[in-house]
């Protein structure tokens, strides 16, 4: 079986062994911390709740303060990542929802490394539906 492994920005993330990296050195990332950026990205560019977060990381039957855990997992996940939640390039906050993994991601070694943009993706449904992709400084994007 092949080994698991996703690169986004200069970090890979071997599911494997259980480890990050960074220009291919060893990264301190605590055990939940590191399990919850591995389940936000599996789940690449959808909304993971804090609910979801919670049963993956603490089960149902489990006491603790999930609120309290869940933030202080994802800021460790930020400083590691050296990601500004103003300004996201890997995790995006859902306020008062969740969480989702923005980053552009490639499977490390597959034969395939093409990672889109949202704004990429976006434009290539458009055109695959036959519409014209929108500039985006359209005013229309404001459209609802």
């Known amino acids: 079986m092949a080994e698991k492994k996703i690169q986004f920005g ?3 993330l071997d599911f494997d062994r259980f480890q990050l990296f960074c220009s291919g050195q060893p990264v301190h990332l605590e055990g939940l911390p590191l399990q919850l950026l591995m389940f936000l990205v599996e789940h690449q560019r959808q909304l993971v709740t ?3 977060i919670a049963d993956v990381l ?3 039957d489990v006491f603790v303060d999930v609120e ?3 933030n202080t997992a994802i ?3 930020r400083m590691v990542l050296e990601d500004d939640s103003n300004q996201p ?3 995006q906050t859902v306020v008062g929802r969740g969480y989702r993994f923005v980053g552009p991601i490639v499977l490390a070694g597959s034969e395939e490394r ?3 943009s949202p704004e990429e993706l976006g434009n290539a449904i458009m055109a695959a539906a036959g519409l014209e992709p929108r500039a985006p400084d359209d ?3 404001n459209e609802e």
């Open 10 to 12: 200069k970090f890979e």
């Open 75 to 77: 800021r460790k996940i």
């Open 114 to 116: 093409i990672a889109f």
């Open 139 to 141: 005013p229309q994007n």
């Open 58 to 60: 603490w089960g149902k």
């Open 50 to 52: 804090r609910e979801q």
């Open 89 to 91: 390039q890997f995790l």
């Open 68 to 70: 309290q855990g869940i």
